[in-house]
């Protein structure tokens, strides 16, 4: 089994431009979760899909947008991107009410 | 809103020593605790998850503790090594089923 994997691994951007982010996970989870991490913070909640066919906003979910394309893939589109947007970006997907398990983040650069 | 803090941000200790990590919590309705590792530039890896029925759990030489009452966990590490240098997040389920993080504390084991 892979996992959870995400690409790409790096990104940089200009502002302005947009790009998605992939995640795909083989575990047969049925949650899907995009976070992002920056220095001296916690991670935080972009958007979740808490099944197939369904996602919702998180802490931070401005300048965002994901699809759940089917149980195994889980994109985030970032359609505009902003300085304030540089960050780690980690995927996770999880049975609900068990431990989560995570890609290994896209490292995103925005000039 | 529930809020998670972890103390110290930062911890040098030397090979051999127990230590302890601390993480609070201000909103005891939790469905349950994690406790991760995080390795410089890599993702995050599952330590130990403690259900809120459960006071603690054991995996080697980790033990995390609850108390939910007082809005308190810890992760005891029992003789230390190198290899254990990392950041150790906390992170707590809310009653949205969705994880609060706290910031971390990056662990250094000197040799």
């Known amino acids: 089994n892979a996992g959870v994997t995400q690409t790409p691994k790096f990104q940089v951007l200009k502002t302005g431009q947009s790009m998605t982010l992939q995640c795909a996970q083989d575990?047969?989870?049925?949650?899907m979760y995009w976070y992002r991490q920056d220095p001296g913070m916690g991670l935080r909640l972009i958007y979740y899909s808490a099944s197939e066919g369904t996602t919702d906003k998180g802490e931070v979910p401005n300048g965002y947008n994901v699809s759940r394309l089917n149980k195994r893939e889980f994109s985030l589109r970032l359609e505009s991107a902003a300085p304030s947007q540089t960050s780690v970006y980690f995927c996770?997907?999880?049975?609900?009410?068990?431990?989560?398990?995570f890609g290994p983040g896209t490292r995103l650069t925005v000039l | 809103k529930q809020e998670v803090t972890q103390i110290p941000a930062a911890l040098s200790v030397p090979e051999g020593e127990n230590l302890v990590l601390n993480c609070s919590f201000t909103d005891s309705a939790i469905y349950n605790l994690q406790w991760f590792r995080q390795d410089p530039g890599k993702g995050l890896t599952s330590l130990l998850l403690?259900?809120?029925s459960q006071r603690e759990q054991t995996s080697g030489r980790l033990n995390a503790s609850l108390d939910k009452s007082s809005g308190r966990s810890t992760l005891y590490i029992a003789a230390s090594q190198p290899g254990d240098s990392a950041t150790y997040l906390c992170?707590?389920?809310?009653?949205?089923?969705?994880?609060?993080w706290g910031a971390g504390t990056k662990l250094i084991i000197k040799p």
């Open positions: 996770a997907s999880t049975l609900q009410l068990d431990t989560q398990y």
């Open positions: 575990m047969n989870h049925n949650s």
């Open positions: 992170a707590v389920m809310d009653s949205n089923y969705q994880l609060i």
């Open positions: 403690i259900q809120s």
